[in-house]
């Protein structure tokens, strides 16, 4: 069975001084997850956020934190982030070549789900040990821009890594994330893309709510003809 859609917008397009009030309006507007954009300012050249606002977020909202970690070290943020209520843990391949089994087994010990990002000059063939693992990822996040930041263009040209997945494991949670929108989300959802995170073309729309019900209504339908 095609894993359910789910619709995570991007926190990083938030209006950051109104970071409670604005993930209320967006669970309101129908999203499933928020996409809480982790940056250290040494993997990317950006920097956002860290564990403290998670938790203070975690206070106002019990809504699933997607927890994209755009850091070098992402093994030295994993007690903080499940103490501050983090619910998905998701670490870039790139920084974990050597680690990763020991960090995706340190992450569900602390009982949050985990997932893989991969960067677009990253092939997919990398992630299958760690989909095929024991214990698996829970979710591949295919990057559609370089991370770092919100606001780029979409790249069509990763698609190919998430149809292959989608062939491979049909029940993954594959998430892409960069660029995604209206006029993007069909590309995605047609390759097997189940998770969405949308970050300008949500918060920049004059109407949320019938945003995130188009990205959803695409996946939904493309999960029905694959
Ligand atoms: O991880 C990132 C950027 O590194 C993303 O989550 C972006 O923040 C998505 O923003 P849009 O491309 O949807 O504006």
Not at 53 to 61: A, D, G, T
Not at 116 to 122: F, L, R, S, Y
Not at 140 to 162: A, H, I, S
Not at 188 to 197: K, L, R
Request: with cysteine; aromatic share 6%; hydrophobic share 45%.
């Amino acid at each position: 069975m095609a894993p359910a859609a789910k619709i995570a917008p991007s926190m990083l397009s938030c209006d950051f001084a109104c970071l409670a009030s604005e993930a209320e309006r967006m669970e309101k507007a129908g999203a499933d997850w928020l996409h809480m954009d982790v940056m250290d300012g040494h993997f990317v050249p950006n920097l956002t956020i860290g564990a403290p606002v998670i938790e203070s977020l975690r206070k106002h909202s019990s809504a699933f934190l997607d927890c994209h970690m755009m850091v070098s070290n992402p093994a030295d943020y994993v007690a903080p982030f499940k103490k501050a209520g983090a619910s998905q843990f998701c670490f870039h391949l790139e920084t974990a070549r050597d680690t990763w089994p020991e960090l995706l087994r340190t992450v569900k010990d602390a009982g949050m789900r985990v997932a893989v990002a991969i960067k677009p000059g990253t092939p997919v063939e990398d992630v299958f040990p760690l989909v095929e693992h024991d214990p698996p990822v829970d979710m591949v996040l295919v990057m559609t821009v370089e991370p770092g930041f919100g606001g780029q263009k979409f790249m069509p040209e990763m698609m190919p890594k998430v149809e292959v997945l989608r062939k491979k494991y049909p029940e993954l949670d594959i998430e892409v994330d960069g660029g995604l929108g209206p006029s993007t989300i069909d590309t995605a959802s047609c390759a097997g893309a189940n998770c969405i995170v949308a970050g300008s073309s949500v918060f920049g729309s004059s109407d949320p709510p019938a945003t995130i019900a188009a990205l959803r209504k695409s996946v939904v339908g493309a999960a029905n003809k694959i």
